[in-house]
Protein backbone atom coordinates (compact mmCIF):
# COMPACT_ATOMS: atom_id res chain seq x y z
CA UNK A 1 0.00 0.00 0.00
CA UNK A 2 1.74 3.24 -0.95
CA UNK A 3 1.89 5.23 2.53
CA UNK A 4 0.09 8.79 2.51
CA UNK A 5 0.99 11.80 5.02
CA UNK A 6 -1.20 14.35 6.55
CA UNK A 7 -1.18 16.66 3.60
CA UNK A 8 -3.12 13.92 1.73
CA UNK A 9 -0.42 13.86 -0.70
CA UNK A 10 0.86 10.51 -2.89
CA UNK A 11 4.19 9.57 -0.84
CA UNK A 12 5.68 8.14 -4.32
CA UNK A 13 5.53 12.20 -5.50
CA UNK A 14 7.69 13.07 -2.61
CA UNK A 15 10.90 15.48 -2.76
CA UNK A 16 13.66 13.24 -3.11
CA UNK A 17 15.47 13.51 0.18
CA UNK A 18 12.67 11.78 1.60
CA UNK A 19 13.01 8.55 0.54
CA UNK A 20 15.98 7.65 1.93
CA UNK A 21 14.33 4.49 3.14
CA UNK A 22 13.89 3.23 -0.54
CA UNK A 23 16.00 0.99 -2.62
CA UNK A 24 15.79 4.44 -4.55
CA UNK A 25 17.47 6.69 -2.87
CA UNK A 26 20.99 8.32 -3.40
CA UNK A 27 23.07 10.88 -2.24
CA UNK A 28 23.13 14.44 -4.06
CA UNK A 29 25.77 15.36 -6.08
CA UNK A 30 28.50 16.41 -4.26
CA UNK A 31 28.23 20.07 -5.12
CA UNK A 32 24.54 20.18 -3.85
CA UNK A 33 25.92 19.89 -0.06
CA UNK A 34 26.66 22.96 2.02
CA UNK A 35 29.23 22.71 4.90
CA UNK A 36 28.57 23.63 8.84
CA UNK A 37 30.77 23.16 11.76
CA UNK A 38 32.19 23.98 15.08
CA UNK A 39 35.79 23.51 14.28
CA UNK A 40 35.82 20.12 16.21
CA UNK A 41 33.44 18.32 13.37
CA UNK A 42 31.37 19.25 10.61
CA UNK A 43 28.08 18.75 8.95
CA UNK A 44 27.00 18.30 4.96
CA UNK A 45 23.65 19.53 4.13
CA UNK A 46 21.88 18.42 1.23
CA UNK A 47 19.74 20.82 -0.84
CA UNK A 48 17.08 19.07 -0.03
CA UNK A 49 17.86 19.96 3.89
CA UNK A 50 19.61 16.16 4.99
CA UNK A 51 22.51 15.72 7.07
CA UNK A 52 23.86 13.08 5.49
CA UNK A 53 27.27 13.16 6.85
CA UNK A 54 28.90 13.88 10.72
CA UNK A 55 31.30 12.76 12.56
CA UNK A 56 31.88 12.64 16.20
CA UNK A 57 33.33 13.62 18.58
CA UNK A 58 35.52 15.26 16.25
CA UNK A 59 35.88 14.99 12.44
CA UNK A 60 37.96 12.01 12.48
CA UNK A 61 35.24 10.05 14.86
CA UNK A 62 32.60 7.62 13.69
CA UNK A 63 29.73 8.53 11.49
CA UNK A 64 26.67 9.61 13.12
CA UNK A 65 24.88 10.42 10.15
CA UNK A 66 27.07 8.55 7.50
CA UNK A 67 23.90 8.14 4.25
CA UNK A 68 26.82 9.75 2.20
CA UNK A 69 28.91 6.42 1.93
CA UNK A 70 26.86 4.25 3.55
CA UNK A 71 23.07 4.50 2.09
CA UNK A 72 19.97 4.96 4.31
CA UNK A 73 21.25 2.49 6.73
CA UNK A 74 23.86 4.34 8.11
CA UNK A 75 21.67 7.32 9.42
CA UNK A 76 20.35 10.86 8.40
CA UNK A 77 18.54 14.16 9.59
CA UNK A 78 16.55 15.58 7.77
CA UNK A 79 14.44 19.26 7.69
CA UNK A 80 13.54 19.96 5.08
CA UNK A 81 9.74 20.75 2.50
CA UNK A 82 7.26 18.09 2.23
CA UNK A 83 6.55 18.19 -1.91
CA UNK A 84 9.27 19.06 -4.54
CA UNK A 85 10.56 23.07 -4.69
CA UNK A 86 9.59 25.03 -7.57
CA UNK A 87 12.97 26.73 -6.88
CA UNK A 88 15.95 26.29 -4.20
CA UNK A 89 18.19 29.20 -3.31
CA UNK A 90 20.93 28.73 -0.43
CA UNK A 91 23.47 31.24 1.27
CA UNK A 92 25.82 31.70 3.94
CA UNK A 93 24.66 34.79 5.62
CA UNK A 94 26.72 37.21 5.11
CA UNK A 95 30.21 36.48 6.94
CA UNK A 96 29.14 33.79 8.80
CA UNK A 97 29.13 29.99 8.76
CA UNK A 98 25.20 30.29 9.35
CA UNK A 99 23.51 28.32 6.16
CA UNK A 100 20.06 29.19 4.65
CA UNK A 101 18.63 27.32 2.18
CA UNK A 102 14.94 28.77 0.64
CA UNK A 103 12.14 26.42 -1.10
CA UNK A 104 9.37 28.21 -2.94
CA UNK A 105 6.63 26.27 -3.84
CA UNK A 106 3.10 27.43 -4.38
CA UNK A 107 2.21 31.41 -2.37
CA UNK A 108 5.33 30.67 0.06
CA UNK A 109 8.52 29.81 0.98
CA UNK A 110 10.30 26.83 3.30
CA UNK A 111 12.97 28.11 5.06
CA UNK A 112 15.78 26.11 7.15
CA UNK A 113 18.42 27.72 8.54
CA UNK A 114 21.48 25.99 10.27
CA UNK A 115 24.40 26.43 12.43
CA UNK A 116 26.92 24.44 14.73
CA UNK A 117 27.43 26.79 18.02
CA UNK A 118 31.11 26.85 18.63
CA UNK A 119 31.42 28.99 21.34
CA UNK A 120 29.73 30.93 23.87
CA UNK A 121 30.90 33.74 26.15
CA UNK A 122 34.40 33.21 24.54
CA UNK A 123 34.75 29.74 25.73
CA UNK A 124 34.50 26.42 23.45
CA UNK A 125 31.62 24.32 24.12
CA UNK A 126 32.22 20.77 25.12
CA UNK A 127 29.17 19.89 23.34
CA UNK A 128 28.79 19.91 19.94
CA UNK A 129 25.54 21.94 19.22
CA UNK A 130 23.42 21.82 15.62
CA UNK A 131 20.97 24.27 16.00
CA UNK A 132 18.07 24.10 12.59
CA UNK A 133 15.21 26.21 12.47
CA UNK A 134 12.30 26.02 10.17
CA UNK A 135 10.08 28.75 9.24
CA UNK A 136 8.08 30.33 6.48
CA UNK A 137 6.76 33.16 4.70
CA UNK A 138 3.87 34.43 2.45
CA UNK A 139 1.75 31.02 3.62
CA UNK A 140 1.46 28.12 5.77
CA UNK A 141 4.30 25.75 3.86
CA UNK A 142 4.15 21.71 5.09
CA UNK A 143 7.45 20.53 6.11
CA UNK A 144 8.61 16.95 7.37
CA UNK A 145 11.55 15.49 10.12
CA UNK A 146 13.20 12.79 10.20
CA UNK A 147 15.86 11.89 12.88
CA UNK A 148 17.35 8.78 12.06
CA UNK A 149 21.35 8.87 13.35
CA UNK A 150 22.96 5.54 13.06
CA UNK A 151 26.70 5.24 14.72
CA UNK A 152 29.49 3.70 13.09
CA UNK A 153 30.40 1.19 10.97
CA UNK A 154 27.47 -1.31 12.06
CA UNK A 155 24.77 1.74 12.28
CA UNK A 156 24.13 1.14 16.08
CA UNK A 157 20.47 2.60 17.33
CA UNK A 158 19.85 2.49 20.85
CA UNK A 159 17.30 4.97 22.17
CA UNK A 160 15.58 6.50 25.32
CA UNK A 161 12.74 9.23 26.08
CA UNK A 162 14.01 11.80 28.39
CA UNK A 163 10.86 14.08 29.45
CA UNK A 164 10.31 15.46 25.68
CA UNK A 165 14.04 14.87 24.46
CA UNK A 166 15.25 12.06 22.25
CA UNK A 167 18.74 10.40 24.02
CA UNK A 168 20.79 7.93 22.47
CA UNK A 169 23.36 6.73 24.27
CA UNK A 170 26.50 5.09 22.95
CA UNK A 171 28.89 4.36 25.92
CA UNK A 172 31.22 7.71 26.06
CA UNK A 173 29.19 9.33 23.19
CA UNK A 174 25.84 10.23 23.57
CA UNK A 175 23.13 12.53 21.78
CA UNK A 176 19.63 14.10 22.10
CA UNK A 177 17.25 16.34 20.20
CA UNK A 178 14.82 18.61 21.23
CA UNK A 179 12.28 20.65 19.65
CA UNK A 180 10.47 23.87 20.22
CA UNK A 181 7.11 22.38 19.62
CA UNK A 182 4.84 19.41 21.24
CA UNK A 183 6.26 16.67 18.28
CA UNK A 184 6.17 13.33 18.78
CA UNK A 185 9.63 12.32 17.47
CA UNK A 186 10.62 8.60 16.42
CA UNK A 187 13.77 7.92 15.40
CA UNK A 188 13.59 7.09 11.78
CA UNK A 189 10.07 7.79 11.70
CA UNK A 190 9.09 11.18 9.60
CA UNK A 191 7.06 13.36 11.41
CA UNK A 192 4.93 15.76 9.31
CA UNK A 193 4.03 19.38 10.50
CA UNK A 194 2.57 22.73 8.93
CA UNK A 195 5.00 25.79 9.40
CA UNK A 196 3.18 28.91 10.10
CA UNK A 197 4.96 32.61 9.08
CA UNK A 198 6.09 33.78 12.75
CA UNK A 199 6.02 30.55 13.94
CA UNK A 200 9.61 28.98 13.49
CA UNK A 201 10.00 25.53 14.99
CA UNK A 202 13.67 24.95 16.34
CA UNK A 203 15.51 21.57 16.49
CA UNK A 204 18.40 21.48 18.85
CA UNK A 205 20.80 18.24 18.41
CA UNK A 206 23.38 17.92 20.97
CA UNK A 207 26.28 15.85 21.06
CA UNK A 208 28.67 15.24 23.86
CA UNK A 209 31.71 12.55 24.36
CA UNK A 210 32.79 11.76 27.77
CA UNK A 211 31.14 14.59 29.40
CA UNK A 212 27.20 15.52 30.42
CA UNK A 213 25.08 16.99 27.45
CA UNK A 214 24.89 20.36 27.85
CA UNK A 215 21.06 20.89 27.45
CA UNK A 216 19.99 24.42 25.28
CA UNK A 217 16.42 24.65 25.43
CA UNK A 218 15.08 25.43 21.61
CA UNK A 219 12.90 27.97 22.71
CA UNK A 220 16.28 30.65 23.24
CA UNK A 221 18.77 28.39 20.67
CA UNK A 222 18.75 30.68 18.45
CA UNK A 223 20.28 33.33 20.76
CA UNK A 224 23.48 31.43 20.24
CA UNK A 225 22.96 31.20 16.69
CA UNK A 226 22.93 34.75 16.17
CA UNK A 227 25.76 35.33 18.95
CA UNK A 228 28.10 33.21 16.87
CA UNK A 229 27.40 34.92 13.56
CA UNK A 230 28.68 37.85 15.38
CA UNK A 231 31.76 36.68 16.61
CA UNK A 232 32.39 35.17 12.66
CA UNK A 233 31.87 38.87 11.17
CA UNK A 234 33.47 39.69 13.65
CA UNK A 235 36.84 37.55 12.29
CA UNK A 236 36.62 38.57 9.04
CA UNK A 237 35.93 42.30 8.99
CA UNK A 238 39.39 43.16 9.48
CA UNK A 239 40.83 41.19 6.40
CA UNK A 240 41.93 43.46 3.91
CA UNK A 241 39.58 45.03 2.19
CA UNK A 242 41.67 46.20 -0.76
CA UNK A 243 42.14 41.98 -1.80
CA UNK A 244 40.96 41.25 -5.44
CA UNK A 245 37.76 38.83 -4.86
CA UNK A 246 36.89 39.63 -1.05
CA UNK A 247 34.42 38.04 -1.16
CA UNK A 248 35.40 34.30 -2.50
CA UNK A 249 38.78 34.93 -0.21
CA UNK A 250 36.17 35.70 2.99
CA UNK A 251 34.36 32.49 2.25
CA UNK A 252 37.69 30.65 1.63
CA UNK A 253 39.29 31.81 5.02
CA UNK A 254 35.94 30.48 7.00
CA UNK A 255 35.90 27.24 5.40
CA UNK A 256 39.85 26.88 6.50
CA UNK A 257 38.53 28.15 9.88
CA UNK A 258 36.01 25.51 10.24
CA UNK A 259 38.10 22.95 9.14
CA UNK A 260 40.56 23.53 11.78
CA UNK A 261 40.64 21.50 14.59
CA UNK A 262 39.91 24.05 17.86
CA UNK A 263 41.36 21.81 20.29
CA UNK A 264 44.83 21.15 19.22
CA UNK A 265 44.79 23.98 16.26
CA UNK A 266 45.30 21.22 13.38
CA UNK A 267 43.54 21.99 9.73
CA UNK A 268 42.17 18.50 8.57
CA UNK A 269 42.32 18.56 5.24
CA UNK A 270 38.56 17.49 4.53
CA UNK A 271 35.88 16.69 7.23
CA UNK A 272 34.90 13.42 4.80
CA UNK A 273 36.22 9.82 3.83
CA UNK A 274 35.95 8.20 0.27
CA UNK A 275 34.43 10.49 -1.85
CA UNK A 276 35.53 9.46 -5.20
CA UNK A 277 38.38 11.08 -7.67
CA UNK A 278 36.82 8.69 -10.14
CA UNK A 279 33.17 7.48 -9.61
CA UNK A 280 32.76 4.11 -9.72
CA UNK A 281 36.67 3.64 -8.96
CA UNK A 282 39.02 2.58 -6.11
CA UNK A 283 40.64 6.01 -5.81
CA UNK A 284 38.46 6.77 -2.72
CA UNK A 285 40.74 8.22 0.34
CA UNK A 286 40.04 9.60 4.04
CA UNK A 287 41.00 13.08 4.60
CA UNK A 288 39.86 13.55 8.26
CA UNK A 289 43.64 14.12 9.31
CA UNK A 290 46.22 16.83 9.46
CA UNK A 291 48.72 16.87 6.23
CA UNK A 292 52.09 19.23 7.31
CA UNK A 293 51.80 20.25 4.16
CA UNK A 294 48.62 21.17 3.29
CA UNK A 295 47.84 23.34 6.49
CA UNK A 296 51.37 25.27 6.13
CA UNK A 297 49.84 26.25 2.84
CA UNK A 298 46.56 27.46 4.85
CA UNK A 299 48.56 29.25 7.86
CA UNK A 300 50.29 30.68 4.59
CA UNK A 301 47.22 31.90 3.86
CA UNK A 302 46.09 33.26 7.20
CA UNK A 303 49.46 35.11 7.58
CA UNK A 304 49.25 37.11 4.60
CA UNK A 305 45.64 38.25 5.35
CA UNK A 306 47.04 39.46 9.30
CA UNK A 307 45.85 36.31 10.82
CA UNK A 308 48.84 35.39 13.32
CA UNK A 309 46.87 33.54 15.98
CA UNK A 310 46.01 30.92 13.23
CA UNK A 311 49.93 30.71 12.45
CA UNK A 312 51.21 30.58 16.01
CA UNK A 313 48.24 27.23 16.98
CA UNK A 314 49.21 25.46 14.15
CA UNK A 315 53.07 25.41 15.00
CA UNK A 316 52.21 24.89 18.57
CA UNK A 317 50.27 22.00 17.52
CA UNK A 318 52.65 20.89 15.34
CA UNK A 319 55.44 21.08 17.80
CA UNK A 320 53.61 18.93 20.10
CA UNK A 321 52.66 16.58 17.60
CA UNK A 322 55.75 15.73 16.02
CA UNK A 323 57.55 15.31 18.90
CA UNK A 324 57.59 11.45 19.51
CA UNK A 325 59.32 11.25 15.44
CA UNK A 326 61.17 14.30 15.42
CA UNK A 327 63.13 15.26 13.26
CA UNK A 328 61.13 13.51 11.01
CA UNK A 329 58.22 14.97 9.77
CA UNK A 330 55.18 12.65 9.43
CA UNK A 331 53.07 12.64 6.42
CA UNK A 332 50.11 12.97 7.75
CA UNK A 333 48.97 13.19 11.89
CA UNK A 334 45.90 12.74 14.07
CA UNK A 335 44.24 16.00 15.07
CA UNK A 336 45.32 15.16 18.35
CA UNK A 337 49.04 14.49 17.15
CA UNK A 338 49.15 10.68 17.06
CA UNK A 339 49.55 8.52 14.54
CA UNK A 340 47.00 7.86 11.59
CA UNK A 341 45.11 4.54 12.06
CA UNK A 342 46.26 1.75 9.52
CA UNK A 343 43.98 2.30 6.10
CA UNK A 344 41.17 -0.53 6.34
CA UNK A 345 37.66 -1.15 4.61
CA UNK A 346 34.06 -0.54 5.95
CA UNK A 347 32.41 -3.59 5.43
CA UNK A 348 28.94 -3.32 3.34
CA UNK A 349 29.34 -0.05 2.84
CA UNK A 350 27.96 1.02 -0.83
CA UNK A 351 30.35 4.15 -0.61
CA UNK A 352 29.03 7.46 -3.09
CA UNK A 353 27.18 6.53 -5.81
CA UNK A 354 28.41 2.93 -5.53
CA UNK A 355 32.23 4.41 -5.41
CA UNK A 356 33.94 1.37 -3.15
CA UNK A 357 35.77 0.83 -0.88
CA UNK A 358 34.69 3.10 1.74
CA UNK A 359 38.28 3.73 3.96
CA UNK A 360 38.87 4.92 7.23
CA UNK A 361 43.09 5.30 7.69
CA UNK A 362 45.32 6.46 5.39
CA UNK A 363 48.53 4.60 4.20
CA UNK A 364 50.40 7.29 3.26
CA UNK A 365 51.08 8.10 6.66
CA UNK A 366 53.96 6.09 6.60
CA UNK A 367 55.71 7.61 3.49
CA UNK A 368 58.55 9.85 3.03
CA UNK A 369 57.18 13.36 1.39
CA UNK A 370 60.15 15.39 1.12
CA UNK A 371 58.01 17.82 -0.17
CA UNK A 372 56.67 18.21 3.42
CA UNK A 373 59.49 19.77 5.09
CA UNK A 374 59.57 22.85 2.69
CA UNK A 375 56.24 24.13 3.30
CA UNK A 376 56.75 23.88 7.28
CA UNK A 377 59.64 25.49 7.30
CA UNK A 378 58.60 28.24 4.71
CA UNK A 379 55.65 28.80 6.90
CA UNK A 380 57.62 29.48 9.94
CA UNK A 381 59.87 32.01 7.90
CA UNK A 382 56.58 34.06 6.64
CA UNK A 383 55.94 34.16 10.73
CA UNK A 384 59.30 35.08 11.09
CA UNK A 385 60.03 37.91 8.32
CA UNK A 386 55.87 39.55 9.17
CA UNK A 387 58.19 40.59 12.49
CA UNK A 388 57.56 37.82 14.88
CA UNK A 389 60.17 35.68 16.18
CA UNK A 390 59.74 31.54 16.98
CA UNK A 391 60.09 30.16 20.56
CA UNK A 392 62.69 28.38 21.41
CA UNK A 393 61.53 24.87 21.19
CA UNK A 394 59.76 25.81 17.67
CA UNK A 395 62.98 26.75 16.53
CA UNK A 396 64.59 24.10 18.01
CA UNK A 397 61.85 21.85 16.35
CA UNK A 398 62.34 23.44 12.78
CA UNK A 399 66.43 23.10 13.28
CA UNK A 400 66.00 19.59 13.67
CA UNK A 401 63.68 19.43 10.47
CA UNK A 402 66.24 21.38 8.41
CA UNK A 403 69.17 19.30 9.51
CA UNK A 404 67.14 15.84 8.45
CA UNK A 405 66.62 17.69 4.75
CA UNK A 406 70.56 18.40 5.12
CA UNK A 407 70.94 14.41 5.56
CA UNK A 408 68.06 12.89 3.31
CA UNK A 409 67.76 15.25 0.70
CA UNK A 410 69.47 12.73 -1.62
CA UNK A 411 66.72 10.08 -1.04
CA UNK A 412 63.89 9.17 -3.35
CA UNK A 413 60.28 9.63 -2.13
CA UNK A 414 56.50 10.07 -2.46
CA UNK A 415 55.90 13.16 -3.77
CA UNK A 416 53.41 15.55 -3.21
CA UNK A 417 50.86 13.73 -4.89
CA UNK A 418 51.30 10.13 -2.43
CA UNK A 419 52.18 8.09 -5.57
CA UNK A 420 51.48 4.33 -4.25
CA UNK A 421 54.61 2.89 -6.54
CA UNK A 422 57.97 3.38 -5.69
CA UNK A 423 59.46 5.92 -4.75
CA UNK A 424 61.04 8.50 -6.98
CA UNK A 425 63.79 11.74 -7.36
CA UNK A 426 60.43 13.65 -7.47
CA UNK A 427 61.77 17.69 -8.82
CA UNK A 428 59.09 19.13 -6.48
CA UNK A 429 60.51 17.48 -3.71
CA UNK A 430 63.79 18.13 -4.23
CA UNK A 431 63.01 21.89 -4.75
CA UNK A 432 60.84 21.99 -1.77
CA UNK A 433 64.06 20.45 0.27
CA UNK A 434 65.72 23.41 -1.07
CA UNK A 435 63.13 25.73 0.52
CA UNK A 436 63.04 23.97 3.89
CA UNK A 437 67.29 24.84 4.00
CA UNK A 438 67.08 28.16 2.61
CA UNK A 439 64.59 28.90 5.23
CA UNK A 440 66.00 28.12 7.85
CA UNK A 441 69.14 29.61 6.82
CA UNK A 442 66.80 32.87 6.83
CA UNK A 443 65.05 32.61 10.13
CA UNK A 444 68.92 31.42 11.40
CA UNK A 445 69.76 35.35 10.53
CA UNK A 446 67.15 36.05 13.44
CA UNK A 447 67.40 33.43 15.84
CA UNK A 448 70.54 31.41 17.73
CA UNK A 449 72.17 29.31 14.82
CA UNK A 450 75.33 27.35 15.39
CA UNK A 451 78.26 28.18 12.85
CA UNK A 452 78.73 24.26 11.88
CA UNK A 453 75.15 24.36 11.56
CA UNK A 454 75.06 27.06 8.81
CA UNK A 455 77.37 25.88 6.94
CA UNK A 456 75.98 22.30 6.80
CA UNK A 457 72.58 23.51 5.43
CA UNK A 458 74.15 25.89 3.24
CA UNK A 459 76.35 23.30 2.14
CA UNK A 460 73.30 21.07 1.26
CA UNK A 461 71.24 23.64 -0.57
CA UNK A 462 74.08 24.21 -2.95
CA UNK A 463 74.27 20.51 -3.58
CA UNK A 464 70.69 20.25 -3.82
CA UNK A 465 70.11 23.30 -6.50
CA UNK A 466 73.07 21.99 -8.72
CA UNK A 467 71.68 18.75 -9.08
CA UNK A 468 68.01 20.19 -9.31
CA UNK A 469 69.26 21.84 -12.58
CA UNK A 470 71.13 19.15 -13.34
CA UNK A 471 69.22 16.11 -13.03
CA UNK A 472 65.82 17.43 -13.54
CA UNK A 473 65.70 20.20 -15.90
CA UNK A 474 64.99 19.28 -19.91
CA UNK A 475 66.82 21.94 -21.71
CA UNK A 476 65.39 20.98 -25.22
CA UNK A 477 61.75 21.61 -24.16
CA UNK A 478 63.07 24.61 -21.68
CA UNK A 479 61.54 23.14 -18.51
CA UNK A 480 61.72 21.42 -15.08
CA UNK A 481 60.24 18.24 -15.02
CA UNK A 482 58.28 15.63 -12.78
CA UNK A 483 61.28 13.26 -12.09
CA UNK A 484 64.78 13.32 -12.72
CA UNK A 485 65.50 11.76 -16.48
CA UNK A 486 61.92 12.09 -16.96
CA UNK A 487 59.64 14.19 -19.99
CA UNK A 488 56.52 13.94 -17.47
CA UNK A 489 55.35 17.53 -16.11
CA UNK A 490 53.92 18.03 -12.57
CA UNK A 491 51.97 20.63 -11.67
CA UNK A 492 53.24 21.29 -8.56
CA UNK A 493 55.99 22.96 -10.33
CA UNK A 494 54.05 25.95 -10.84
CA UNK A 495 55.18 27.37 -7.13
CA UNK A 496 58.49 28.03 -8.62
CA UNK A 497 57.81 31.75 -9.43
CA UNK A 498 56.84 32.35 -6.10
CA UNK A 499 59.91 30.04 -3.74
CA UNK A 500 62.89 32.42 -4.96
CA UNK A 501 64.62 28.90 -6.15
CA UNK A 502 65.04 30.84 -9.68
CA UNK A 503 64.67 34.63 -10.42
CA UNK A 504 61.34 35.01 -10.97
CA UNK A 505 61.26 36.43 -14.54
CA UNK A 506 64.23 33.72 -15.64
CA UNK A 507 63.58 31.43 -18.90
CA UNK A 508 63.56 28.34 -16.86
CA UNK A 509 60.61 29.83 -14.77
CA UNK A 510 58.40 30.81 -17.81
CA UNK A 511 59.24 27.72 -20.13
CA UNK A 512 58.28 25.36 -16.51
CA UNK A 513 55.39 27.43 -16.67
CA UNK A 514 54.14 27.94 -20.18
CA UNK A 515 55.06 23.80 -20.20
CA UNK A 516 52.66 23.25 -17.62
CA UNK A 517 50.00 24.71 -18.35
CA UNK A 518 49.94 23.44 -22.10
CA UNK A 519 51.11 19.48 -21.80
CA UNK A 520 48.59 19.32 -18.45
CA UNK A 521 45.92 21.39 -19.78
CA UNK A 522 42.69 19.34 -19.08
CA UNK A 523 40.92 22.21 -21.14
CA UNK A 524 40.37 25.61 -19.57
CA UNK A 525 40.74 26.78 -16.88
CA UNK A 526 41.75 23.04 -15.63
CA UNK A 527 45.17 20.99 -15.49
CA UNK A 528 45.60 17.83 -14.33
CA UNK A 529 48.12 17.53 -11.28
CA UNK A 530 50.61 15.00 -13.88
CA UNK A 531 49.75 13.06 -16.85
CA UNK A 532 46.29 11.49 -15.74
CA UNK A 533 46.53 7.91 -15.17
CA UNK A 534 50.85 7.57 -14.17
CA UNK A 535 50.31 6.73 -10.73
CA UNK A 536 50.41 3.10 -10.31
CA UNK A 537 46.57 3.19 -10.08
CA UNK A 538 43.89 1.39 -11.75
CA UNK A 539 41.37 4.20 -13.31
CA UNK A 540 42.21 8.05 -14.13
CA UNK A 541 41.04 11.22 -12.21
CA UNK A 542 39.74 14.73 -12.61
CA UNK A 543 41.47 18.11 -12.74
CA UNK A 544 43.10 18.82 -9.74
CA UNK A 545 41.75 21.99 -8.61
CA UNK A 546 44.53 23.51 -6.17
CA UNK A 547 46.67 23.39 -9.77
CA UNK A 548 44.73 25.52 -11.54
CA UNK A 549 44.56 28.31 -8.79
CA UNK A 550 48.62 27.85 -8.32
CA UNK A 551 48.92 28.40 -12.16
CA UNK A 552 46.62 32.35 -11.32
CA UNK A 553 49.81 32.44 -9.21
CA UNK A 554 52.17 31.77 -11.12
CA UNK A 555 50.64 33.84 -14.54
CA UNK A 556 50.57 37.26 -11.72
CA UNK A 557 54.18 36.61 -10.80
CA UNK A 558 55.61 36.05 -14.18
CA UNK A 559 54.12 39.67 -15.55
CA UNK A 560 51.04 38.42 -17.22
CA UNK A 561 48.44 39.37 -14.50
CA UNK A 562 45.73 39.83 -17.10
CA UNK A 563 45.77 36.07 -18.09
CA UNK A 564 45.55 35.64 -14.24
CA UNK A 565 42.71 37.04 -13.85
CA UNK A 566 40.80 35.87 -16.55
CA UNK A 567 41.79 32.63 -15.21
CA UNK A 568 41.11 32.79 -11.50
CA UNK A 569 37.44 34.37 -12.59
CA UNK A 570 36.77 31.49 -14.73
CA UNK A 571 37.81 29.28 -11.86
CA UNK A 572 34.84 31.09 -9.47
CA UNK A 573 32.69 30.24 -11.64
CA UNK A 574 33.75 26.17 -10.26
CA UNK A 575 32.22 26.59 -7.03
CA UNK A 576 29.12 25.38 -5.79
CA UNK A 577 26.25 27.72 -5.16
CA UNK A 578 28.23 28.34 -1.47
CA UNK A 579 31.62 28.88 -2.79
CA UNK A 580 33.14 25.51 -1.66
CA UNK A 581 35.32 23.38 -4.00
CA UNK A 582 36.35 19.69 -3.68
CA UNK A 583 39.56 18.20 -4.50
CA UNK A 584 38.95 17.29 -8.39
CA UNK A 585 36.47 18.24 -11.11
CA UNK A 586 35.33 16.50 -13.87
CA UNK A 587 36.90 18.67 -16.44
CA UNK A 588 34.13 17.97 -19.31
CA UNK A 589 31.07 18.23 -17.28
CA UNK A 590 31.93 20.26 -14.28
CA UNK A 591 30.92 17.61 -11.80
CA UNK A 592 33.28 17.90 -8.53
CA UNK A 593 34.89 14.81 -7.40
CA UNK A 594 37.10 13.89 -4.27
CA UNK A 595 36.30 15.00 -0.92
CA UNK A 596 34.59 18.01 0.34
CA UNK A 597 35.03 20.50 0.96
CA UNK A 598 38.91 20.45 0.46
CA UNK A 599 41.32 22.63 2.64
CA UNK A 600 44.31 22.76 -0.25
CA UNK A 601 41.82 24.52 -2.56
CA UNK A 602 40.29 26.98 -0.91
CA UNK A 603 43.83 27.72 0.39
CA UNK A 604 45.48 27.43 -3.17
CA UNK A 605 42.27 29.92 -3.88
CA UNK A 606 43.34 32.56 -1.73
CA UNK A 607 47.47 32.57 -2.46
CA UNK A 608 46.01 32.89 -6.42
CA UNK A 609 44.16 36.46 -5.18
CA UNK A 610 46.72 37.20 -3.25
CA UNK A 611 49.00 37.15 -5.80
CA UNK A 612 46.81 39.45 -7.98
CA UNK A 613 46.63 41.85 -5.04
CA UNK A 614 50.49 41.97 -4.76
CA UNK A 615 51.14 42.05 -8.87
CA UNK A 616 48.33 44.78 -9.10
CA UNK A 617 50.34 47.77 -8.57
CA UNK A 618 54.37 46.54 -9.09
CA UNK A 619 54.85 45.90 -5.73
CA UNK A 620 55.64 42.01 -6.04
CA UNK A 621 58.41 40.94 -3.62
CA UNK A 622 60.52 37.57 -3.82
CA UNK A 623 62.72 35.85 -1.45
CA UNK A 624 65.68 37.93 -1.87
CA UNK A 625 69.04 36.79 -2.60
CA UNK A 626 70.77 33.78 -0.79
CA UNK A 627 71.94 34.27 3.20
Same mark, same amino acid.
Given at each position: ?7 ? &? ?61 ? @? ?120 ? $? ?27 ? =? ?24 ? &? ?6 ? *? ?97 ? $? ?52 ? *??? =? ?36 ? @? ?35 ? =? ?17 ? =? ?120
Amino acid at each position: MTARHPHG &VDESNLAEPLRHDTGLWQPSPIADYGLIGDTRTAALVSAGGSVDWLCAPAFDGEPVFGALLGG @AVAGTFLAGPVLPAREVTRQYRHHSATLETVWSAGEGELILTEAMVAEVAGQLLPTTVLIRRLSARGSPMPAVICFDPRLGEQHRRPFTRRGRDLVCDWGPLALSLGCSQKLELEPGQRTYL $TIHPGRPVTLVLAIAHGEPLIHVEPSTAW =DLVETDEARWRAWTEDVDEGIPFREP &VLRSLLTL *QLLTYSPSGAPVAAPTTSLPEDPGGIRNWDYRYAWPRDASIGVGSFLAVGKTAEARKFLGWLLHASRLERPRLPALLTLAGGHVPAERTLRNWPGFAGS $TPVRTGNGAASQHQLDGYGWVLDAAWVLVRSGHRLYSETWRAMRGFADLVALRW *QDP =DAGIWEIRDDAAHHVHSKMMGWLALDRALRIGQSHHLR @ARQRDRWQKARHQLAAEIRSKGFDPARNTYTRTYGST =DLDAALLVLPVIGFEETGS =DRVKGTVDAVSDNLSAGFPFLYRYPPGQDGLPGTEGAFLPCSFWLVQALAHTGRRSEATELFQALLKNANKLGLYSEEIDPATGTLLGNFPQALTHAALIQGALALRDTAAGNETTAGTDP
